[in-house]
């Protein structure tokens, strides 16, 4: 069953322009991670939040976690054609059932 | 020049065949995984281990099997019984199995 839902499915903007994702889960969580893969590629790790941050920066990159809400956003400010790729949020649930569970993921198009 | 590897990076199989996909990490990981990637999807767990000699089934574990014989190593067989097989198959590993995983470039399977 997915845990994570990230929102848009699909995202289109220019270079320049900021680009904010948003994944939203069902049950407690250690912690949230964000990947992105490049097409027909691996995955490549981003950033990861525990239960207790609200906030965390690396780049451009701008990560929120709300969990009253079970959300999260990532946000990437300036972003230019080579952000172009799939963004997923990963959740570790809270319990034994420790792994990852991934989102269906938001293709992000950034336009030169 | 360390990290995590998969091959081949593209594999045909007849229907009715087994296949085995090879991930080899020199990470000294002690967690590794198998996810399947259908087109536009996000990924989904066929198994996963721990420790050497230790696995556990995944949430689409049915048609799969694997072994950890070595901790560096985490074969993934697709059998006959994988009804659907054509996908795109990541290898990760981790630390343990909160931590960060790192991925391999992926193998995509088509079944002729």
């Not at chain 1, 289109?12 to 994702?21: D, F, H, K, P, V």
């Not at chain 1, 906030?55 to 959300?71: A, C, F, I, N, Q």
């Not at chain 1, 956003?73 to 319990?95: N, P």
Request: with cysteine; hydrophobic share 30%; proline share 3%.
């Amino acid at each position: 069953s997915q845990q994570g839902e990230e929102d848009p499915q699909a995202l289109s903007i220019q270079e320049g322009e900021n680009a904010t994702m948003n994944c939203s889960y069902k049950t407690s969580i250690n912690n949230l991670q964000w990947y992105r893969q490049n097409s027909g590629r691996g995955l490549v790790h981003l950033i990861l939040i525990r239960s207790n941050e609200r906030e965390k920066h690396s780049g451009r990159l701008r990560v929120t976690l709300d969990t009253s809400k079970k959300s999260s956003s990532l946000l990437i400010t300036a972003s230019r054609a080579a952000d172009t790729a799939s963004y997923f949020c990963a959740t570790d649930l809270s319990g034994s059932a420790r792994q990852l569970t991934f989102g269906s993921g938001t293709q992000l198009t950034v336009l030169p | 020049d360390g990290g995590i590897t998969q091959s081949p990076k593209y594999l045909f199989r007849k229907e009715g065949q087994n296949v085995t996909l090879s991930c080899e990490q020199n990470l000294n990981h002690d967690a590794m995984y198998w996810y399947r990637q259908d087109p536009g999807q996000g990924l989904r767990l066929i198994y996963y281990s721990q420790i050497v000699n230790d696995f556990q089934k995944g949430d689409i574990a049915e048609g799969y099997s694997v072994s950890r014989e070595k901790k560096e190593s985490f074969p993934l067989t697709v059998t006959s019984a994988q009804k659907n097989p054509t996908a795109f198959y990541l290898c990760a590993s981790s630390k343990g199995v909160t931590d960060t995983q790192y991925f391999g470039p992926g193998t995509r399977l088509t079944v002729l």
